[in-house]
């Protein structure tokens, strides 16, 4: 496993809320910032072990969110169920070309690369990788600022169901594949927030 971080080793802690860096109790108890009552670690806690129960969890959820209906339309011509990809083709072949792209790029790419970034990163941690730690560094605060814009696939989705409603003939439903979808862009937060980017440099304390 990886060494102890070196402010572990010279008996400080920084609180993740307010930053306060204070001196780590002598003792064994869970240590608390004295100026706003958090809870201190010298590292997030079981950090890889989440990020990886968060992440599988999503690449698992990611199957069903694709492969099922997210949504059933009904208009008067029968009932359609779509999933996120035939959605795309029919917004494609129907001339929104835009449209298509942006749900495509929010729905489709963003989480899978997402997910794709966030293997790589608990991977090469477990595995003790010095190399491109900038590099990976970089990966993980894209991936935190991909995090901010994560609901936008949620928007794209309502206004899907926006546009269906607005032709009065039809009404809409979600399909089992939404609820998929949901889960799988909440699991991969949970799981980028998991992740404790600092035990990217941890092994360098080591070798230097
Ligand atoms: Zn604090």
Redesign the pocket.
Known sequence: MNPAPITARIGLLA??????V?RAPSTGDVA???????A?HTRKPASLVRTWAFLIAAMILYVPANVLPIMDTSSLFGTQNDTILSGIAFLWTSGSYVLAMVVFFASVLVPLLKMIALAILAGSVQMGSVRYRRTRTRLYRLIEFAGRWSMLDIYVVTILVALVQVSTLASIHAGPGAAAFGAVVVLTMFSATSFDPRLIWDTQEEAS
């Open positions: 609180c993740e809320v307010c930053r306060l204070s608390h910032c004295p100026r706003c009552g958090a201190l």
